[in-house]
């Protein structure tokens, strides 16, 4: 009975911790319309011995979701928002809590992060880690927890899936421009309204 309580106790803490840090890394983080750079991603597969190594490039826009390419190994294009999915295969619905995570996280929206996560942190001087625990039922059958770290932007994700699959991206070379390129348009129009 005490370890419990001693538990719940220190759960609490760590949550009261989080809410009082969030605003700090909130703060330095870089927020603007578009976020763009590069990734090299990791997926490690419990069938496999070897990781999948990816990489590619990603667009993030503030009013219309998220441009995903990939170019190594096997060319790709993922396009995601709020309610919609587009693959090479066509479009699908999207979870809500899905649109809204993935944008959530490329856009350093903490904010929505907290609302579809219990969130536990570490604030540094110069670098931050979340770890987020999905609140979502959905979510929470597919992704056991993901790790954030950052400094002014977001620099690695690390996903644990229920299912004893991971993934790792390390984001590079990001930037912000101030408007997008035909390209990139050309891709969001691409998604349903």
């Known amino acids: 009975m005490i370890l419990k309580a001693l538990f719940l106790f220190v759960l609490s803490l760590n949550y009261s911790y989080a809410a009082d840090v969030l605003p700090d890394i909130t703060a330095r983080l870089i ?43 096997i060319p790709s294009l993922l396009l995601v928002n709020d309610a919609h999915l587009v693959t090479g295969q066509g479009e699908q619905a999207v979870p809500p809590a899905f649109g809204k995570v993935f944008k959530a996280m490329l856009g350093a929206d903490l904010k929505q992060l907290r609302d579809g996560f219990v969130i536990t942190d570490e604030d540094k001087k110069s670098a931050w880690t979340l770890q987020l625990t999905a609140k979502d039922d959905m979510l929470k059958k597919i992704i056991s927890s993901i790790v954030l770290n950052g400094d002014i932007e977001l620099r690695t994700l690390e996903m644990q899936e229920v299912n004893g699959n991971s993934t790792r991206i390390h984001f590079t070379k990001i930037s912000h421009p101030e408007q997008l390129t035909s390209e990139q348009q050309a891709d969001f129009e691409r998604l349903s309204p």
């Open 31 to 73: 927020k603007t319309p578009i976020t763009q750079g590069e990734f090299q991603q990791e997926k490690r597969l419990k069938i496999l011995r070897k990781p999948l190594l990816s990489t590619g490039a990603f667009t993030y826009s503030q009013s219309k979701g998220v441009i995903w390419k990939t170019f190594t190994p």
